[in-house]
């Protein structure tokens, strides 16, 4: 069983930034890859950055690629999705969540989810 809390979001103006954190329970973080979702309202739930087991490996959705960051720090059971220049197309409610396989991308692929956190982003 592994508990996810994420924590960072905010409201921003467009430009600016806000890293999202996701505090993970339980002694076997670092055999799960992680992911970072969101979903904006009335629209289905997207893959946003996803990280392999030991941090080696990364995936990002076309439409963050070069302004969102994810790593990991497997010390502190905690994943990380810097965000910079945030556009107010990246409004929604993020999600992390955790997985057995490798860089994943569909929500079905995931065994644990976190409660979500509200970014907004002004223009």
């Known amino acids: 069983q592994v508990q996810l809390v994420e924590s960072g979001g905010g409201l921003v103006q467009a430009g600016g930034s806000l890293r999202l954190s996701c505090a993970a329970s339980?002694?076997?973080?670092?055999?799960?890859?992680m992911g970072w979702f969101r979903q904006a309202p009335g629209k289905e739930r997207e893959s946003v950055a996803v990280?392999?087991?030991?941090?080696?490996?990364?995936y990002y959705t076309d439409s963050v690629k070069g302004r969102f960051t994810i790593s990991r720090d497997n010390a502190k059971n905690t994943v990380y999705l810097q965000m910079n220049r945030l556009k107010p197309e990246d409004t929604a409610v993020y999600y992390c969540?955790?997985?057995?396989?490798?860089?994943?991308?569909?929500?079905?692929?995931?065994?644990?989810w976190g409660q979500g956190t509200q970014v907004t982003v002004s223009s």
């Open positions: 969540a955790a997985t057995r396989r490798f860089l994943p991308t569909s929500t079905y692929e995931y065994d644990y």
């Open positions: 339980g002694r076997t973080f670092s055999s799960y890859g």
């Open positions: 990280i392999s087991w030991r941090g080696g490996s990364t």
